[in-house]
């Protein structure tokens, strides 16, 4: 509870606090139970040095759970790091850890420990590494499906693929409505997003989501909402391609997505977090850059898919004391960085799509692996010891003329820089470059400001 007596700042830093820190003693134990693994499994070894020699990505990352004997001596270690009693799945043994970003763990009848790695497509993979003699187990398209790719020295490998579900198993005797699976991503993949109002874009989305989930269930709808959110934002970012590619070669698709960032003008927020809401979302910490930054986020996960989402919007210091992700924001003459977005591009959610994706690398091999690609990086805006960040070169968008003009009018731009913007472009979307150790889960609250700030137009 804040109270009324505190200063605009004690608000604001009462509302904005987090409870995330490092988590070094279960990321020691999970570190120790993956090098046992790579140390006694061939397959697992050379999978994790093409991961990085080709990906710039971390066999860490690619985790999704661990599965033990039910006497292995490693769960008794459990509680020891902070893992609780995971209680999603019924009938199963596991534990979660809620502090910070670690694989579940969970109990198996078997005599060997398996690892669980987590692909976008089972299938994918398969093709990917010419392992045309592997059972896959689930139908296509169910909510989990799972092959076991290498069995040596008491280690299981295996690859697993989710669509909205946080079960460790197929649902072998569950079938799955492959119609409506296609029907429903087809529509969402191809919803209109250019609107005269933008309240009409929202309004379509949500039509289409209500439809999804009367079939599919909320959680299946998400997955498929985000699959087609990504895929439009890589068709506008050359990085995206790029990386997208490299980890495709080896069959794993964006399955070490990180987070995904809207920009949002005033005027559509609450509806973006109504959509969100709509979809299962549930809000996590909000996000505030500083006076002089003029703009904030609200942080929102999905508990099921893991989706993260960083909601940037233009904003105020008292504003921040308020429910601003529900109560409606006032319009402002002032255009900050993220509004200007908008208003030049459209809003994320609709015509310009995600400001960037964010993804979990090895930070050092992904920069270098992407500058000999011809893609640069811009300098880090968060470089801790548990947390390292930095976005790609932003991709250079045209702007269209009606949209430049309408800011000349309103006084909103000068007529230098609408000729800048004509005339050389705006910064439209980036890739992120994220490495997250000790299980670190939240967000650097001071230096994203100084790179937003790089990233205006009226800077450049």
Request: some cysteine; proline content about 5%; glycine content about 6%.
């Amino acid at each position: 509870m804040v109270a009324a007596s505190q200063t605009t700042d004690e608000r604001i830093s009462a509302l904005t606090a987090h409870n995330w820190s490092p988590q070094p003693a279960p990321a020691k134990w999970v570190q120790a139970v993956l090098d046992d693994a790579v140390q006694r499994s061939p397959f697992l070894a050379a999978l994790r040095r093409r991961m990085f020699d080709e990906t710039g990505t971390r066999l860490l990352d690619w985790i999704d759970h661990f599965a033990f004997p039910v006497d292995d001596v490693a769960l008794a270690q459990l509680t020891q790091v902070g893992y609780e009693p995971d209680t999603t799945v019924p009938k199963v043994r596991a534990w979660t850890h809620s502090l910070g970003l670690f694989p579940r763990v969970r109990v198996h009848v078997g005599k060997a420990r398996q690892v669980f790695l987590k692909v976008e497509v089972v299938v994918d993979f398969l093709a990917a590494h010419n392992l045309s003699d592997v059972a896959i187990q689930g139908v296509s398209l169910a909510a989990v499906r799972r092959a076991r790719v290498a069995h040596e020295n008491g280690i299981e490998v295996w690859v697993l693929e989710r669509h909205g579900s946080l079960a460790f198993e197929p649902a072998l005797d569950k079938v799955v409505p492959l119609d409506a699976i296609a029907k429903h991503s087809e529509a969402i993949r191809l919803r209109q997003r250019d609107f005269d109002n933008s309240a009409d874009g929202f309004a379509l989305a949500s039509r289409l989501a209500e439809a999804a989930i009367a079939e599919l269930g909320r959680d299946r709808t998400c997955e498929l909402f985000f699959a087609a959110e990504r895929d439009y934002w890589q068709r506008r970012n050359r990085a995206g391609r790029k990386q997208r590619a490299r980890q495709e070669a080896l069959g794993l698709g964006w399955a070490n997505h990180d987070h995904h960032t809207y920009r949002s003008s005033r005027a559509q927020f609450t509806r973006l977090i109504a959509f969100l809401e709509k979809l299962g979302f549930q809000l996590r910490e909000r996000f505030y850059a500083g006076r002089e930054a003029g703009w904030g986020a609200q942080v929102i996960e999905h508990p099921v898919t893991g989706v993260t989402i960083f909601a940037d919007v233009d904003l105020s210091p008292e504003e921040v004391s308020q429910d601003f992700s529900h109560e409606p924001l006032p319009p402002r003459e002032e255009l900050g960085t993220v509004g200007l977005w908008c208003e030049l591009h459209g809003e994320a959610f609709l015509q310009a799509g995600l400001h960037h994706l964010e993804c979990q690398f090895d930070f050092n091999a992904t920069r270098d692996q992407l500058d000999e690609a011809g893609i640069l990086t811009m300098p880090p805006f968060t470089d801790l010891p548990y947390l390292r960040q930095a976005f790609t070169k932003g991709e250079i968008w045209p702007v269209n003329p009606q949209r430049v003009e309408r800011l000349l009018a309103l006084n909103q731009i000068s007529p230098e820089q609408a000729q800048q913007f004509l005339s050389n472009g705006v910064i439209g979307s980036h890739l992120e470059i994220l490495q997250r150790d000790d299980g670190y889960k939240g967000f650097n609250q001071s230096g994203i400001s100084e790179i937003i700030s790089a990233t205006d137009p009226r800077r450049a």
